[in-house]
């Protein structure tokens, strides 16, 4: 089945510094991604996303690049402050798989001041 | 707009009985709900997908006598854990998604802890 996994479980990043989160995925049928952030107690809360005919997204503050070849996603916050402190999962799916959507493990930035 | 809230939001009970959570699209029609389990520090497992109507597709592994998933309506499903073991606590979340649009919106969770 498919598997999603981050390169770090834990990042440590200065503030005001730029952070890369990594994410690999197996199925190479998934042709949607998504970043989520989730604070401790609470559901998780979309970031950012990108379909597969497109290998770069940019929100405010956020960026997701997106490597069909290698199988590859990252997710780049820019300027980190304190408040970016939570644990963000890469999600990926598929249409061909009914739109379930698979879950990394997560990455918890741990932002230095 | 797509908030999805869920109810109740953490539940305290005793070894062997049933408990229900209700997850509900408060602003939007969802053709499809997802549930979720979450350990502590661990990722999101999804254990069903249910669509209105129809009975749900659980992954494997997962107890569909033991988790009973019900979507009577677009605009809510439940999840009943039957005959919970401390085994069974655990964070439940569930999401929705209409039409056949990828996006999903996540509740806010439901903290179940069973003594």
């Known amino acids: 089945g498919e598997s999603v996994g981050l390169h770090l479980p834990t990042l440590s990043v200065q503030e005001g510094d730029n952070s890369i989160i990594n994410c690999a995925y197996s199925n190479s049928a998934s042709d949607y991604f998504i970043w989520y952030k989730q604070e401790s107690g609470k559901g998780p809360q979309f970031i950012i996303d990108?379909?597969?005919?497109?290998d770069k997204r940019q929100g405010q503050r956020v960026t997701v690049l997106l490597n069909k070849t290698v199988k590859h996603l990252s997710l780049q916050i820019a300027a980190t402050q304190p408040g970016d402190s939570a644990v963000y999962f890469c999600?990926?799916?598929?249409?061909?798989?009914?739109?379930?959507?698979?879950f990394g493990a997560g990455t918890r930035p741990f932002v230095k001041a | 707009g797509a908030v999805v809230s869920q109810h109740p939001s953490w539940v305290i009970c005793k070894s062997g009985t049933s408990v229900k959570i209700e997850c509900r699209s408060l602003d939007f029609q969802a053709t499809t709900m997802f549930w979720y389990r979450q350990f502590p520090k661990q990722s999101l497992m999804l254990m069903a997908t249910?669509?209105?109507?129809?009975?749900?597709?659980?992954e494997q592994g997962v107890e569909k006598d033991k988790f009973l998933i019900n979507h009577a309506s677009l605009t809510l499903s439940t999840l009943t854990v039957t005959s919970a073991h401390p085994e069974d606590s655990s964070f439940y979340i569930c999401s929705a998604s209409f039409g056949t649009r990828y996006e999903q919106y996540f509740g806010p969770g439901t903290r179940l802890t069973v003594t």
């Open positions: 990108i379909r597969s005919n497109m």
């Open positions: 249910s669509n209105e109507g129809s009975k749900a597709t659980y």
């Open positions: 999600a990926v799916s598929s249409h061909t798989g009914g739109f379930k959507t698979i």
